[in-house]
């Protein structure tokens, strides 16, 4: 009886919640992907219809492929640098505390915010040769990565802080005093040891980076003429700025759905399987 007390006191209404927040709406939007709607009382089946627009046009096959050559260099290029920065904060150097204070601090600024900031920061030195961020498609792609890093860098670094910290000292200088090299130490002993915090920083990088939206829609709202839109943003454009396509935009949301629980499912399996 006190398990059921306790349960409908503390359980039930988190289930509640979860299911009127996450699991119906999931679940509607499902159907709606199905449907030619304009709201979700005028919904009228049309089978795969809206799927067979979905991969038909070519908009949103250019914003997969845009987000995934994004994702891949901001996965490598957040993570390794994350790496380097707590690897050089672990050697006692002074002033350390606020390095990674520092260091941080670019992950609470909000996505937008940050979009608009580098976008006045990247014009602003591209202004003097007669281009602008908009001007190629290149500059929007290297300013999105570089945004992603002054942000996620921070965050990484504290998590591959804390995987540094939890090695123990006894087996590096075990191994240091066997003539292991540096590059060594760090191959067989260090590395092998902070796999926990390669699959957390890998799967918090993959699934932001494929999910970005904010960022994407501040920096460059897809320009020049949609290169650099990545899907989130393909799928809002989609589902509000083009009347009569919500069931469309809707099936494009269900399709990057499983593509990110697809991928971050598949990392997760892959880098899991390292860990010491």
Known sequence: MTKVKNFCIFLLPTLICFFIAFILPFFMGLFLSFTDFRTVTDATFVGLK???????GGEFLSSLWFTVKFTVVSVISVNLLAFL??????????GTNLFRTVFFMPNLIGGIVLGYIWQ??????LYP????????ANYG??????LMNWQMIGYMMVIYIAGLQSVPEDII???HIDGASGWMRLKKI???????SVTICTFLTLTNSFKLFDQNYALTDGGPSGK????????????????GSEGVGQAKAVVFFIIVAVIALLQLYLTRDREA
């Open 50 to 56: 809206n799927y067979k627009e979905v991969f038909s």
């Open 85 to 94: 920065l707590a690897l050089g904060l672990t050697r006692g150097i002074k």
């Open 120 to 125: 006045l920061i990247i014009n602003g030195i």
């Open 129 to 136: 040769y007669g281009q602008t961020l908009l001007s190629s």
């Open 141 to 146: 792609f290297l300013g999105l990565v570089v």
């Open 173 to 175: 200088e075990a191994a």
């Open 190 to 196: 260090i590395f092998p040891q902070i796999m926990p």
């Open 228 to 243: 650099t839109k990545m899907l989130a943003l393909d799928i809002y454009k989609t589902f509000y700025n083009k009347v």
